[in-house]
C-alpha cells in the first residue's frame, strides 16, 4: 500500500491564480481531512469528508473548497491564492472506529 | 471549547538522557488521545493513543505516554533519548464518533545534544 499521497510536493503561486491540491489514499478509508500547518501553530483543520459525496468545514475553511467523489481521492482547491495561504498542507484519511489518522507527507505552497 | 496545550515549545536534552513532553487537553469527556511525530519535511507518524483501558500506554520507538485524568494530562516519556529522536511532536484530541476529527496541540521541538 501507498497509503497517502499528495502532489504537488512543492508549488510557487503567485496572488490570484488558483490550483489544485490533489490527495489519494488506497487504504479504503472513509475519512479523509485537509489540515495546514503554520510554524508554532500546530496543525488546523480545513476541510474534511465522511464519505464520497461528503463534506464539511473545519475550523478554517475561508479561500478553500473540496469535493469527494470517490473514495480514494480528495482533492483541495484554492480559487484565488492569497500570501495568508502560505503554509504546508497535509492530508489523512482514517477508518471510522479506529480514529487514527493517516498522513500524506505534504504538499509546501508559496504564495507571493 | 475543547483545546490542547503543549508548554514547551522547544526542549533541548542530550543523548541518553530522559525525555518528557507535556500536553494537557481540555475537554468535556474522556477523549480520545493520540502522540504523533514529525521529522523534518515529513509527514506526521502516529507513536501510540490512547482509547480506554490501562492509562499507561506503549508506542513505537521504546516511547510511552501515561493519561492522567485527574490532571487532564497525556504526557509523553522515553527513558532515554537517541539522536535519531530529534523531530516535532504533536498531542492532539479527539471525540468517539466524531467523525475521526482532531485538534491538535501547538508541538515540542525536540533537539537532542550529541
Known amino acids: 500500500n501507498a497509503g497517502v499521497t499528495q502532489t504537488p510536493k512543492f508549488r510557487i503561486l503567485k496572488i490570484g491564480q488558483s490550483m489544485t491540491l490533489q490527495c489519494t489514499q488506497d487504504?479504503?478509508?472513509?475519512?479523509m481531512y485537509w489540515y495546514r500547518q503554520d510554524p508554532g501553530m500546530g496543525l488546523k483543520l480545513i476541510y474534511y469528508?465522511?464519505?464520497?459525496?461528503?463534506?464539511d468545514k473545519g475550523e478554517v475553511p475561508n479561500g478553500y473548497n473540496v469535493s469527494r467523489s470517490t473514495t480514494e481521492d480528495f482533492p483541495l482547491r484554492l480559487e484565488l491564492a492569497a500570501p495568508s495561504q502560505t503554509s504546508v498542507y497535509f492530508c489523512a484519511s482514517s477508518y471510522p472506529g479506529q480514529e487514527t489518522q493517516y498522513f500524506g507527507p505534504g504538499t509546501r505552497l508559496l504564495v507571493l | 471549547a475543547q483545546s490542547v496545550t503543549q508548554p514547551d515549545i522547544h526542549i533541548t536534552v542530550s543523548e541518553g538522557a530522559s525525555l518528557e513532553l507535556r500536553c494537557n487537553y481540555s475537554?468535556?469527556?474522556?477523549?480520545?488521545l493520540f502522540w504523533y511525530v514529525q521529522s523534518p519535511g515529513q509527514g506526521l507518524q502516529l507513536l501510540l493513543k490512547?482509547?480506554?483501558?490501562?492509562?499507561l500506554v506503549q508506542g513505537i520507538k521504546g516511547f510511552e505516554a501515561e493519561f492522567k485524568r485527574s490532571q487532564s494530562s497525556f504526557n509523553l516519556r522515553k527513558p532515554s533519548v537517541h539522536w535519531s529522536d530529534a523531530a516535532e511532536y504533536f498531542c492532539?484530541?479527539?471525540?468517539?464518533?466524531?467523525?475521526?476529527?482532531?485538534?491538535f496541540g501547538q508541538g515540542t521541538t525536540l533537539q537532542v545534544k550529541p
Open positions: 475537554y468535556g469527556a474522556t477523549p480520545y
Open positions: 490512547y482509547f480506554s483501558g490501562d492509562t
Open positions: 469528508s465522511v464519505g464520497a459525496g461528503i463534506t
Open positions: 487504504m479504503n478509508h472513509n475519512y
Open positions: 492532539a484530541v479527539g471525540a468517539p464518533g466524531n467523525t475521526g476529527k482532531l485538534i
